[in-house]
């Protein structure tokens, strides 16, 4: 069916996709055909094409889902400019890259680390982006600060995610609780019953509406009275209400912003304020590729997506003082039940316009989510993290 719609509209047959290695498949994680190159001291045309040999060399033994992962320091943190100016190009290089292999499976990603660090600091970074767990994670450039893993293990940390009875929110309470953390999933209360199937000894629900403020600090009283702290804060909870913004109710607007926005602001500001969030402590927000890139009838939806990827970066500094990091997930075209009411033709051009040409799982957005949250993750703060698939919107 979707060979002949695509026929139809004049784009060629679709090659066989192989579909992404993903580790809850088989309970794995580790990928074997990953290439790490270090192109840090790339600062001249010579060393470039070096690092090509490398890379070319390199590529032609990777198998379907490998990883490629390559290094490089952070240009603007360079006092030469020809280093900071063959620094850059590697972005580009990591970009393309991604593009040409992803067909099969593959992901590469750049890794912007800051002058004279030592790799092996940086394992879990690493670990992560050469394993099935960032399968949906590719042309990506991170910036990460000088390595300081700190804060308590995952089995140990306490976790809140808002909307965790949703799609992503449900497949992130299932992760967290997996590697052993302490998970509340905060919620509307209506929203009980559908989280009863992923309650268990170490997941709770705790009913609130998070834009009414007299519960909002109501909830967080009781988990500080039932746990004491916060380790990880997921602000997942979202809606949409799509109009193009000439025809858009006021009530959608203000919808959007109290539910998407106002509401994640609140209940951070108000977790730290009380102290619930410790040294070693995330914030994790959920926003979204179209925050990044825009997308037709939905002005009050990009706004607050764009919104929680600035709060996160212009936020990081106050908390980087403190040990603690905030940062942004973009999911680009994921498998929910929202999307899949979608109507064929655009779920089929969503595929194709990404570089890995097919749709993410929830499960995808819950590892990242898992990733951010590892001591080892430390490193990273302020960024928004797009688990996109190499979506070319906003590239």
């Not at 579909?19 to 060393?47: C, F, H, M, Q």
């Not at 998070?210 to 909830?219: G, I, Q």
């Not at 977790?271 to 619930?276: S, Y």
Request: aromatic share 6%; net charge positive.
């Amino acid at each position: 069916m979707k060979e002949k719609i695509l026929s139809l509209f004049g784009f060629p047959p679709p090659t066989p996709l192989i579909k992404t290695y993903r580790p809850w498949k088989d309970g794995t994680s580790i990928v074997e055909n990953a290439l790490v190159i270090d192109g840090r001291k790339v600062s001249n045309a010579p060393a470039l094409k070096a690092l090509f040999n490398e890379l070319q060399a390199g590529v032609k033994n990777i198998k379907a889902n490998g990883k490629v992962l390559i290094y490089s320091v952070q240009p603007e943190l360079l006092s030469d400019t020809h280093h900071s100016t063959y620094q850059r190009s590697l972005e580009g290089i990591s970009r393309s890259l991604a593009k040409e292999l992803g067909g099969r499976g593959t992901t590469v990603n750049l890794i912007k680390l800051p002058p004279n660090v030592e790799l092996k600091n940086y394992k879990t970074i690493q670990e992560f982006f050469t394993s099935g767990r960032s399968a949906f994670i590719t042309g990506q450039a991170v910036s990460t600060n000088e390595t300081n893993s700190s804060g308590r293990q995952l089995s140990e940390k306490v976790c809140v995610v808002t909307g965790g009875a949703g799609g992503i929110g449900s497949a992130t309470v299932n992760r967290l609780a997996a590697e052993g953390a302490t998970v509340i999933i905060a919620d509307m209360p209506q929203m009980e019953e559908r989280a009863k199937a992923i309650l268990s000894e170490k997941v709770s629900f705790m009913g609130a509406d998070l834009t009414d403020e007299s519960a909002r600090k109501k909830l967080l009283e009781t988990i500080k009275e039932k746990h004491g702290r916060i380790d990880v804060l997921v602000n997942n909870a979202g809606i949409t209400r799509d109009k193009t913004l000439k025809n858009m109710p006021e009530h959608y607007w203000d919808q959007l912003i109290a539910i998407n926005l106002t509401a994640v602001i609140n209940l951070s500001e108000d977790a730290l304020a009380m102290g619930l969030i410790p040294e070693g402590g995330r914030i994790i927000s959920t926003s979204s590729i179209s925050g990044i890139a825009g997308n037709f009838g939905q002005t009050n939806y990009t706004a607050t997506k764009a919104a929680l990827i600035g709060y996160s970066a212009s936020k990081s500094k106050e908390l980087k003082a403190k040990g603690i990091t905030i940062n942004a997930i973009a999911p680009g075209y994921i498998e929910t039940d929202m999307v899949k009411s979608m109507p064929l033709m655009t779920r089929i051009f969503a595929e194709r316009l990404t570089s890995l040409a097919q749709a993410g799982k929830p499960e995808d957005i819950a590892e990242a989510m898992v990733f951010l949250s590892h001591p080892g993750a430390q490193c990273i703060n302020g960024q928004v993290l797009r688990v996109c698939g190499g979506s070319f919107l906003g590239a």
